[in-house]
């Protein structure tokens, strides 16, 4: 079982609609919680970045971590054509087994329809 | 501007051929990774190094090396021995080890075929 598990999609969906991406994770030391956005044949950015628990709005984006669950989302409200792009969870646990080494998803391929 | 760059943009490799990626940081990070990229597979981890001169294996590092003899470079060989080395070649450095909040930033990407 991969420590991080995010459905690869891919999730196509109407201009305007929001879209929940997510990811699950075994390593209860994860504390660390990022988002970053890759466009095709582009390097990933960061787009949202979590400390623990809770929620972190930014824009038209919203993260969200539940450590409880190991489940952390991310809403993508009045989506856009320009938001189409691979999206990937990435954690870290400060320094624990990885070294404090980001561990990534698999990514989810997102298109939104004009 | 501060950034990874990564070069070439576009690769192409014979059988039984060495070729070298490179990738250059002007950030003044210490920590610089390489990652391989396949569809469905997300990003593997090839070698890290936290520091000039040292550098670690990561999840595969068959086939590949690595050098750390400056701090704004990280250069990295494909061998003759990966057998499968068709794929999109991501650099990324982060300020320090663990990466905390700042995350890592990421190269363009090199794409390296087989031909």
């Known amino acids: 079982q991969k420590e991080v598990e995010q459905d690869p999609g891919p999730l196509s969906v109407p201009e305007g609609a929001i879209v929940s991406l997510n990811c699950t994770y075994s390593n209860s030391a994860f504390q660390y919680f990022m988002w970053y956005r890759q466009y095709s044949r582009k390097g990933p950015e960061l787009l949202m970045y979590?400390?623990?628990?809770g929620n972190k709005e930014d824009g038209r984006f919203t993260a969200q971590v539940d450590k409880s669950s190991k489940y952390i989302s991310l809403f993508i409200r009045d989506s856009q054509p320009s938001d189409s792009a691979t999206y990937l969870c990435?954690?870290?646990?400060?320094?624990?087994?990885?070294?404090?080494?980001?561990?990534f998803g698999q990514g989810t391929i997102l298109t939104v329809h004009p | 501007d501060g950034g990874i760059t990564q070069s070439p943009k576009y690769l192409f490799r014979k059988e039984g051929q060495n070729v070298t990626l490179s990738c250059e940081q002007n950030?003044?990070?210490?920590?610089m990774y390489w990652y391989r990229q396949d569809p469905g597979q997300g990003l593997r981890l090839i070698y890290y190094s936290q520091i000039v001169n040292d550098f670690q294996k990561g999840d595969i590092a068959e086939g590949y090396s690595v050098s750390r003899e400056k701090k704004e470079s990280f250069p990295l060989t494909v061998t003759s021995a990966q057998k499968n080395p068709t794929a999109f070649y991501l650099c990324a450095s982060s300020i320090d080890l663990p990466a905390l909040n700042y995350g890592y930033t990421f190269g363009s990407g090199t794409r390296l075929t087989v031909v």
């Open positions: 979590t400390y623990s628990s």
């Open positions: 990435a954690m870290s646990d400060a320094g624990g087994t990885s070294y404090g080494k980001l561990t």
């Open positions: 950030l003044n990070h210490d920590a």
